[in-house]
Every structure is written in C-alpha cells, then in structure tokens.
C-alpha cells in the first residue's frame, strides 16, 4: 500500500470512528450525563478534531532536542537551507519555533501572559530581519525568566523551506507537507519548566536529539538523556 492510500485508509477509518461514538451518543444519551464520561468525550473529540486536521494536511514534522547549547538550531537552519534559528554559544532556544513552509514570508510571536518582548505579525520579513526578531524575543524571555516564571514564547515562521521546494531532498510524496520545531534545551537535570515543553510537542514529531559530550560528564549525561 502506497502513501497515498495509507493516508486515505486512516483518514476513512478516523472518519468511521467519528460516526460511530456520535451514533453511541445519540442512542445512549442518558449515558453522558455523567460527569466524568462528559469530560472523557470532550477530551475525546478535542484529539479527534486534532487528529482530523492533521489528516487533512499531513506534515512530517521535526523537532530538534537536548541539551543546551548543543547545536539543535544550527541543524535545523542547515536542514531547511535558512538561516534563521538564533544561535549564541550560550543558551538561546527557549519556548516553540515554529518553522513552516510557504512561499509568503511571515512571523508570527503569539501573545502569551506576561510576556516582556513584542508580540504580533509582521509579514514580508528578510532571513536577516526575521533572525533578528526571533533573538530579541529568545533574549528578552531568558532574562527575565532569571527574575520569575513565565510562559515561554511561542514563535511561528513562515517561510520557503529547500526540503519542502525540493522533494527529492525529503523524499516526500506530493502533497505532504514539512516542518520544523526548533525546542529549548535542557541545562540540568529536573529541568521543568523547558522539559514540560519538550514533552507536549515531542510526541507530534519525529525527534532528533543534539547532545555536546563536552558539556557535561558520563554520570550527568545519562541522566539528561533519560530524561529526554
């Protein structure tokens, strides 16, 4: 079975699922008044919304991941033939990159509770420009969050992407699309607040882990990458 009719399959399959827990619902409506059963059908169709969505536009999605400072930006710019991850020899990726294709430029940093960098659209930004926007923002989060928790930025970009222009160079078939989740590193062991980050996405993705053994010692190693 071809992509193209893998992709038909689930999609069909998903759709008869759908159906069925709405004929369920509808025969059994006495049933979902409970509370607990309500809260599991709303969490339900939220994923199967999700699900549903994904299936309409399907995406190979890659996330880069580790330790930090360990180049998971630089490979996500040489993977999509740009330059725009921000790099610094120290910590730099915070919150969600976002890198998606499309042949109109755009940036997107998403409003979030606190945030102390600027937020908002801004469209038909150079690679330069766009590196620039995305570094303020990464160094305003990482300041500020030495004085207090907060929310992570989260950053949306697109642009065009070599992989995506070029299919012989992903080996994708027509139609499926790709992208990038350029994802804070983790700098210790227990580190939470980044490592509760990693986990909501990295499940969405196809994941490759950037790791410098000069960083840090076998014993301390270990315990990052069970982690991750």
Request: proline share 4%; glycine share 6%.
């Amino acid at each position: 079975m071809n992509s193209t009719a893998q992709l038909y399959n689930a999609q069909s399959l998903l759709q008869d699922l759908g159906n069925a827990l709405s004929n369920l619902v509808n025969a059994s409506p006495e049933i979902f008044t409970d509370e607990q059963i309500q809260r599991c059908l709303q969490d339900f169709q939220a994923a199967y919304q999700e699900a549903a969505q994904r299936l309409a536009h399907p995406s190979l999605v890659i996330a880069t991941l580790g330790t930090t400072s360990s180049g998971k930006s630089t490979i996500v710019n040489a993977l999509m033939g740009r330059r725009i991850a921000p790099i610094e020899a120290g910590e730099m990726s915070g919150g969600i990159l976002h890198l998606k294709h499309s042949e109109e430029r755009r940036l997107v940093v998403e409003e979030t509770p606190g945030a102390v960098w600027e937020t908002g659209e801004w469209s038909d930004l150079g690679d330069a420009e766009l590196y620039a926007r995305i570094q303020t923002v990464m160094n305003a989060y990482h300041q500020e969050r030495r004085k207090r928790d907060l929310m992570a930025p989260q950053v949306r970009v697109q642009v065009p992407l070599l992989p995506a222009r070029d299919l012989k160079l992903s080996g994708l078939p027509e139609g499926v699309e790709i992208e990038f989740l350029d994802l804070p590193g983790l700098k210790s062991v227990q580190d939470r607040a980044n490592l509760a980050v990693i986990q909501e996405q990295m499940g969405k993705a196809f994941s490759l882990v950037a790791l410098d053994y000069m960083q840090v010692d076998e014993q301390h190693r270990q315990k990052l990458l069970g982690e991750l």
